[in-house]
């Protein structure tokens, strides 16, 4: 497992044959999709590929300096780029609920959104709402995203959207009874990790919720990458594993593909290298399908959301 993280394990998956297409040239054109945290690192890089496939990409980014400067690498490479900015702080419920409303004014229909604005703090923060700030920036303000914008994902009707998680989160059991991290010895890693198992858990119960509007939801994880928030938040670790590390590209290689591949993937899994894994590795790790309903109940009335009960069937 540890082996297909790195940039072996990729380099080495591509060689095999089960190993799946390409998405064709020009596969999203006429399409529309959506990245956070596109300012650099595996947003960047997934922001460059879909724009090579056609699309029509905006970057979500906290500022204008970060959009207009991640507008400029993407252009630099691809001068006929169709490409243009949001601001958003993902972790800040105002700021995702004008955003959302800001794009379905301006934007006919969306396609893609890709969830993969990340942060991992040295301590205990929170947001301007109150939450935890890695369960605000990864479960919480993601799933508003969506929510408002999906007037503009219903009108595609054929809307994928990508939560990009962490190989991380196989060490972490979902914390139903504490998803704020109030109890206990705060530690950054542990929370992101919590936070992107909150992620994996939730993907088929919000397939559920977002598929009969004709969205698939996936999340995935990219393996371990070589990129600024890696070297700012865990230096040790790059400073070791440096020589083994993937390149932004190879990490954003199955966001990619997951969102323009023909004929669809399956909804409702969790990804890695163009396949579907398994989303428990380790002893102590499962939850229930209870569990999952109480910790969606729970973001639901954190973000005043309306829970349906098909959202609560057998794929959670």
Same mark, same amino acid.
Request: aromatic share 6%; with cysteine; proline share 7%.
């Given at each position: ?18 190993? &799946? ?40 980014? @906290? ?15 691809? $001068?006929?780029? %169709? ?17 959302? !409303? ?5 934007? $006919? ?6 969830? %993969? ?32 914008? !999906?007037?503009?994902? =219903? ?17 972490? @059991?979902? $914390?139903?009874?504490? &998803? ?13 990790? @919590? ?13 559920? @919720? ?5 969205? /698939? ?25 440096? &020589?083994?590390? =993937? ?5 954003? /290689? ?19 290298? =163009? ?30 959301? %309306? ?10």
């Amino acid at each position: 497992m540890v082996g297909g993280f790195s940039r072996i394990g990729f380099a080495a998956r591509r060689l095999l044959p089960a190993w &799946p297409d390409d998405p064709q040239s020009g596969a999203l054109r006429d399409r529309t999709a959506l990245v956070t945290g596109a300012g650099s690192g595996i947003g960047a890089a997934t922001a460059l590929g879909l724009a090579k496939l056609g699309a029509r990409v905006l970057l979500c980014v @906290r500022s204008q300096e970060k959009g207009d400067a991640a507008e400029q690498a993407i252009r630099a490479e691809l $001068p006929g780029a %169709n490409i243009a900015t949001v601001i958003c702080d993902v972790s800040d419920l105002a700021s995702v609920r004008k955003a959302g !409303r800001d794009i379905i004014s301006q934007e $006919p229909r969306l396609d893609v959104v890709v969830h %993969n604005a990340g942060v991992l703090p040295s301590h205990r923060e929170e947001s301007a709402d109150g939450h935890e700030i890695t369960l605000a920036t990864h479960v919480l303000g993601p799933i508003l995203l969506t929510e408002v914008a !999906r007037p503009a994902l =219903r009108a595609s009707g054929k809307g994928r959207v990508i939560f990009v998680s962490s190989g991380g989160m196989y060490t972490q @059991r979902l $914390p139903v009874e504490d &998803p704020e991290y109030l109890s206990g010895t705060y530690k950054g890693a542990t929370a992101y990790a @919590r936070t992107k198992r909150m992620q994996v858990a939730l993907t088929p119960l919000l397939a559920q @919720r977002w598929g009969p509007e004709g969205t /698939d939801v996936h999340s995935m994880h990219p393996g371990w990458a070589d990129t600024p928030g890696v070297v700012d938040a865990l230096p040790g670790f790059h400073k070791v594993m440096k &020589p083994l590390l =993937r390149d932004a590209e190879s990490a954003a /290689d199955t966001i990619v593909w997951l969102a323009a591949s023909q004929p669809p993937p399956p909804p409702g899994r969790f990804w890695h290298d =163009r396949r579907s894994r398994a989303a428990h590795r380790l002893p102590g790790t499962h939850q229930s399908a209870e569990d999952v309903i109480r910790l969606w109940r729970y973001c639901a009335q954190a973000l005043d959301l %309306n829970v349906d009960d098909a959202d609560l069937g057998e794929g959670c």
